[in-house]
């Protein structure tokens, strides 16, 4: 795995980690609320599309449904800790990143043999699976590569 792509799953989980955790639901006005993961996750998407069967291509797209599982209609990723998400208002240049994002995840999931129109939405303890490491792998990738991918 490169070490951009590389950089890029470890920012994406610390995010969706910040969001999921209740411990941080004092800090969601800044993640995800001021801060989304919009370059790291346009980074994955770029990567998926020119290299759709790397090594890493399927962590980075269970990386990429996780955020995306987390929007919202209008879009914007929304913190996930059990309580009401807060409505989040993107500004019209927000809204244009997030549509620009679903294109590029449309492409390289058609790129990849996958239907774009599936997106992947977590059970039940995937953000306490986010927090268990093991073997350098988040468990949530393995849960669910396992259950969707065996």
């Not at 953000?127 to 396992?146: E, F, M, N, V």
């Amino acid at each position: 795995m490169s070490r951009c792509i590389q950089h890029c799953h470890s920012f994406v989980q610390k995010f969706l980690e910040m969001c999921s955790d209740d411990s941080f639901r004092g800090y969601h006005w800044v993640y995800p609320g001021m801060y989304q993961p919009l370059q790291a996750v346009a980074t994955i998407l770029v990567d998926l599309c020119n290299s759709p069967t790397s090594d890493e291509a399927r962590d980075s797209r269970i990386l990429v449904d996780y955020v995306f599982s987390m929007m919202e209609p209008d879009g914007g990723v929304v913190a996930e800790d059990g309580h009401a998400p807060t409505p989040r208002q993107l500004s019209s240049g927000g809204k244009k990143a997030w549509d620009i994002l679903r294109k590029m995840r449309r492409k390289a999931w058609i790129r990849a043999g996958f239907d774009p129109h599936l997106v992947w939405t977590n059970p039940e303890g995937l953000s306490a699976a986010l927090k268990d490491r093991t073997h350098g792998r988040p468990r949530i990738l393995r849960a669910w590569t396992s259950s969707h991918h065996s």
